[in-house]
Structures are given as C-alpha cells and as structure tokens.
C-alpha cells in the first residue's frame, strides 16, 4: 500500500516502514562520523529503545561503542494492510544494521512494568548475553499497571496548586492560542509519580541486582528534563517535575547499591527539549521547542536525541571522560539549550508570537518536519509514492 501520514491531534496514526529505516540509518550514520567511543558500554539494557533517546542510546551504544544491546519497548506490531506503530520499524531497521555489522540485538516488546516482561529480559540476559554494564532506562509512558497492587496509575501534565495560563501552539493547524490548565489533585500527583517517578527504574534495578545479571562497575542512567521559566508550572513544576523529583530519589538509592556493588554509578541526565511523541503531547512546550529550534539553529548549537546521547557518551560517559554533575548530582546536556544567549531571544520572542508571525518567529516548518520524521515521514531519499508492504515481522 501507499502510506501517507495520517496526523491527529499530537499523534500521528500512520508509519513508514523504509522511511523509518531511512531514518534509523540516518542516526547510525551519525554515530559512526563521529568515531569509536573508546572504553565504551559492551553488554546494554535499555528500558524505552524503540524510539526518542532511548532508541539514540542504543543506537550510540551498538555504533559507537560496538556493544550487544536488548531493547524493550511497548509498540504495536504491523497487521495485514495496517502499519504498526514508528518503534516497531525502528526496532526492525536497527537489529537488521546491528546483525549486519556482527553486532548482537535482541528484543522484547511488552510491559515494561509488568514482572512478566522483567523475568523475559533477565532470561534472555541470562542466556544470551551475560552480565549487564549499562542499564539505559527511558521510559515515558502515559500509565502503568502497578505489578504488585494491580491498580491503574494514568500519568497527567498538570501544573500544582493554581491554574496555568499560557500560550499554545497547535502545531497542525499552526494556531496560536492561549490555554488553562486546572491545577492537578492529590491523586493525579501520586498518580504521575506511580507512572513517571522512579520506582519502576528501582525495580528494575533490584531485579538485575538479584538475579547477579549486572557486572561490577554497572552504570545506569535515567532521563530529565528542566526547562526554562515559561514551561515551569507545566513542567518543572508540575506533576511531571514532580515524578521526575522522585526519579532523582530513585538515582540516588540505585547509586548507593551499584557503588557498593563493584564501584558503579547512577544518575540522572538532563537532556534537551525535543520532538518526540511523548513531549509533542505535552501543552504549551511543543510552542517553546519551535521557538527554541530557531534560535539554536541560527546559534549552530541545534541537536537531535542522536546527536545528544553521543554527546552524553562520547564526552560524559565514556571516552575517558568523567561525568560532570550539577549542584544536585545531575549530568546535563541541556547545557547549550539552556546558555543566556539561547534563553534571552526565547524570551524575547515568546511573548510576541501570534498565528499570523508563527512561521517567521519560530521553526514551526522545522517542528513539523522533525515531528512527521519520527513516523518515517520526509526522510530524504525515500519515495513515499511508491508502494509499500506495511506488514514487517520482529526479528
Ligand atoms: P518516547 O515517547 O520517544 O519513547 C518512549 C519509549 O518508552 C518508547 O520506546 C516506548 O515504546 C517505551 N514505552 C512506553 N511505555 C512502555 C511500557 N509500558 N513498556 C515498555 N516500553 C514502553 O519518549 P522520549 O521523549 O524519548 O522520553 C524518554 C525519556 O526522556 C523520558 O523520561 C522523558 O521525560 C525524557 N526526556 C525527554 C525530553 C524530550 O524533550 N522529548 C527531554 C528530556 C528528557
């Protein structure tokens, strides 16, 4: 069949199998330009791999770093005559490149949250791989099943303890408008740390720990965000940078068993805002990431998830680096994101976009570009007219 995006709302239900290979290559291709990261990770876990910056840290892992890595991730499969979700092809494009380069993959698509999905990976850990050093855990999920109690925890993007009022953009019809977002309740709260805090990463961990599957000197790291002033109330300071507060608690009590466990380390870093399907949905960013794509390309200092987590890799992690923490422990690569001369044009223009200056103040044309990407959509060198199979098994 001839696929063409089919873009609703912040989600788009339709994916391209070649686009989203071409897509994976493209990334591949990157890592590899950039050179060997020497002492770099060789047996990886990463929890959330099928797309945005956990798919770039198994992809900077595998092509930058040589290692064998497992990927889990929750993506609906392909059916006859309908496409499956983008991190299924994803997946399938990039154990295909892995084997071809004599590089290990395997892969598990199921509920990260569940035991069931936790005692699948340790098996085939156990049988296939051997101990791991470098448990990447990227999750970003709108609810979760509590394995243990059962309940349902949905995750919401709220502000706490008053209304929020700010602009918006639609990003498919390219209107700007103002919205509210009602203060989110006690329950909401706990509710977005059940989903997005750091428990699960905890379990994981404990799991790993147990089943004596990670190597001496392990390293784990999860995925933050701050953000600048204007998203606070929605983000830093809302329920999502509540769970986030919690997923710095979890860094810390992982740490303290890794470090006792052969000297490893885990952290949180903080990356920075892009376009992926969990940040597309959130409101009042997506208007901030245009605003910001523009300014940090016209500074030359723009990245992708790819470019990020090489950067991480390459200049934190490994590479005989050393990690560099803030004042909280955290690493950051939201550094160029978050320079003066990055932050004080988005303020300035900020308040002055409107649905009529959109497309000159900010890159809503890059915004749109990089969103349909993550669904194989207007990757260069792809024929989108020509028919396609949409049906494509996991390897
Ligand atoms: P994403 O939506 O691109 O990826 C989420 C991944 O989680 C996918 O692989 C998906 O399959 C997997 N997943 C979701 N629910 C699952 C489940 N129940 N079981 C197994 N896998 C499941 O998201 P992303 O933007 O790459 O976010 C990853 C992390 O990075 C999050 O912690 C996010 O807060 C953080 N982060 C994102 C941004 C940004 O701007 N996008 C910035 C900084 C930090």
């Given at each position: 069949?001839?696929?063409?995006?089919?873009?609703?709302?912040?989600?788009?239900?339709?994916?391209?199998?070649?686009?989203?290979?071409?897509?994976?290559?493209e990334q591949i291709?990157y890592v590899?330009?950039?050179?060997?990261?020497?002492?770099?990770?060789?047996?990886?876990?990463?929890?959330?791999?099928?797309?945005?910056?956990?798919l770039a840290?198994?992809i900077t892992?595998?092509?930058?770093?040589?290692?064998?890595?497992?990927?889990?991730?929750?993506?609906?499969?392909?059916?006859?005559?309908?496409?499956?979700?983008?991190?299924?092809?994803?997946?399938?494009?990039?154990?295909?490149?892995?084997?071809?380069?004599?590089?290990?993959?395997?892969?598990?698509?199921?509920?990260?949250?569940?035991?069931?999905?936790?005692?699948?990976?340790?098996?085939?850990?156990?049988?296939?791989?051997?101990?791991?050093?470098?448990?990447?855990?990227?999750?970003?999920?709108?609810?979760?099943?509590?394995?243990?109690?059962?309940?349902?925890?949905?995750?919401?993007?709220?502000?706490?303890?008053?209304?929020?009022?700010?602009?918006?953009?639609?990003?498919?019809?390219?209107?700007?408008?103002?919205?509210?977002?009602?203060?989110?309740?006690?329950?909401?709260?706990?509710?977005?740390?059940?989903?997005?805090?750091?428990?699960?990463?905890?379990?994981?961990?404990?799991?790993?720990?147990?089943?004596?599957?990670?190597?001496?000197?392990?390293?784990?790291?999860?995925?933050?965000?701050?953000?600048?002033?204007?998203?606070?109330?929605?983000?830093?300071?809302?329920?999502?940078?509540?769970?986030?507060?919690?997923?710095?608690?979890?860094?810390?009590?992982?740490?303290?068993?890794?470090?006792?466990?052969?000297?490893?380390?885990?952290?949180?870093?903080?990356?920075?805002?892009?376009?992926?399907?969990?940040?597309?949905?959130?409101?009042?960013?997506?208007?901030?990431?245009?605003?910001?794509?523009?300014?940090?390309?016209?500074?030359?200092?723009?990245e992708g998830c790819i470019e990020q987590m090489q950067?991480?890799?390459?200049?934190?992690?490994?590479?005989?680096?050393?990690?560099?923490?803030?004042?909280?422990?955290?690493?950051?690569?939201?550094?160029?994101?978050?320079?003066?001369?990055?932050?004080?044009?988005?303020?300035?223009?900020?308040?002055?976009?409107?649905?009529?200056?959109?497309?000159?103040?900010?890159?809503?044309?890059?915004?749109?570009?990089?969103?349909?990407?993550?669904?194989?959509?207007?990757?260069?060198?792809?024929?989108?007219?020509?028919?396609?199979?949409?049906?494509?098994?996991?390897?």
């Open positions: 069949m001839i696929i063409k995006p089919k873009v609703r709302g912040f989600v788009c239900v339709t994916a391209h199998p070649t686009g989203c290979a071409a897509h994976i290559q291709d590899k330009s950039k050179g060997p990261i020497k002492n770099g990770p060789k047996n990886v876990l990463v929890i959330g791999a099928s797309t945005g910056y956990g840290s198994r892992s595998a092509f930058g770093s040589g290692a064998k890595t497992l990927g889990v991730f929750f993506e609906r499969p392909s059916e006859e005559g309908r496409p499956a979700t983008p991190g299924w092809y994803n997946t399938i494009a990039f154990t295909k490149a892995a084997k071809a380069a004599g590089l290990y993959a395997s892969n598990i698509n199921g509920d990260a949250f569940s035991d069931d999905i936790k005692k699948q990976t340790l098996d085939v850990i156990a049988r296939e791989m051997g101990p791991i050093d470098l448990v990447v855990y990227s999750l970003a999920s709108p609810r979760r099943t509590h394995p243990k109690t059962g309940a349902v925890h949905k995750s919401t993007l709220k502000p706490l303890g008053a209304p929020y009022t700010n602009k918006t953009v639609d990003t498919d019809k390219g209107i700007v408008s103002e919205v509210t977002i009602e203060p989110a309740n006690e329950t909401e709260t706990a509710d977005t740390v059940a989903v997005m805090g750091g428990e699960d990463w905890e379990m994981w961990m404990d799991a790993l720990i147990e089943a004596k599957l990670l190597a001496p000197g392990a390293t784990s790291v999860a995925y933050s965000y701050i953000g600048p002033v204007h998203t606070w109330p929605i983000y830093k300071d809302g329920t999502i940078g509540t769970a986030k507060i919690d997923l710095e608690r979890a860094a810390k009590a992982i740490h303290q068993k890794l470090d006792a466990f052969g000297g490893g380390r885990a952290f949180i870093s903080v990356n920075k805002a892009l376009v992926t399907q969990a940040s597309s949905a959130i409101p009042v960013v997506p208007l901030y990431i245009s605003i910001l794509y523009k300014v940090m390309k016209e500074a030359g200092t723009h950067r991480l890799f390459a200049t934190q992690l490994y590479n005989n680096s050393a990690l560099k923490f803030d004042t909280e422990g955290r690493v950051r690569v939201d550094d160029w994101e978050m320079r003066p001369e990055i932050q004080e044009p988005v303020s300035v223009i900020w308040p002055q976009v409107t649905t009529e200056n959109l497309a000159q103040l900010t890159d809503i044309v890059g915004y749109r570009a990089e969103f349909l990407k993550l669904f194989g959509f207007g990757v260069a060198g792809v024929n989108y007219e020509a028919e396609v199979e949409p049906h494509v098994a996991m390897l």
